[in-house]
Structure formats: structure tokens, C-alpha cells
């Protein structure tokens, strides 16, 4: 469905391409930077100007207290299920920089 002021906006922008405008704007002819994840990059922007953490922080810091409870744990039964659990964070930290990298 389109904007019910879609034509209005067309045609003010027809209105002022017409008087110039858009004439010699910084960066005219010149290629876009680059973007790796267009269909995300409006999101992207949003999160990190939100302040917002990406999954790969908070995964980090669930990682920091596995550590903390292994180099205190003694059993060692429980020491194996830490280390992999900690095995299974790190891979998640992995994949979740590059998603956010992209």
C-alpha cells in the first residue's frame, strides 16, 4: 500500500529537481559508501545509536562468569559441563561479531 502523501512528496521533489535543488550537492557523482547488509543497515544504525548492546557483549559476559564459577569449582563432573558450555559461548560469540560485523 502506499503513502496516502506519496504524490505530494513526488511531485515536491519533481518541483525542486526542477529549480535545482539538488544541484551540486557534496559528494554528487560520487559512489555511495559501502554497505555490507543494506536490508539491516537502518536497524543497525538504530541499535548502535540507541545505545543498545550487541549479542556478542552479552554473550562475553556470560562467558566471564562460566570462568569465574570454573576456577572455582572442584568437581569434576561439573568442570566438563563448564568448559562445554563455555566451548558452545565461544562459537556463539563467533558467529554473533560476524553477523554484526556485516
Known amino acids: 500500500m502506499d503513502h496516502p502523501l506519496l504524490d505530494l512528496i ?7 529537481e526542477k529549480d535545482g535543488a539538488f544541484d551540486n550537492l ?4 560520487k559512489p555511495l559508501p559501502p554497505c555490507d ?3 539491516n543497515a537502518l536497524i543497525n544504525r538504530v541499535i548502535r ?3 543498545a ?14 570462568r569465574e564459577e570454573l576456577a572455582e ?5 561439573r568442570r566438563h559441563q563448564l568448559l562445554k558450555d563455555m566451548s558452545m559461548l565461544e562459537a556463539r560469540i ?6 554484526f560485523a556485516r
Open 10 to 16: 513526488n511531485a515536491r521533489i519533481a518541483e525542486a
Open 26 to 29: 557534496e559528494g554528487a557523482g
Open 53 to 66: 548492546v550487541p549479542e556478542f557483549v552479552t554473550l562475553g559476559r556470560e562467558l566471564r562468569k562460566l
Open 49 to 51: 545509536e540507541n545505545g
Open 37 to 39: 547488509d543494506p536490508e
Open 73 to 77: 569449582e572442584t568437581d569434576r563432573t
Open 94 to 99: 563467533d558467529l554473533s561479531r560476524k553477523a
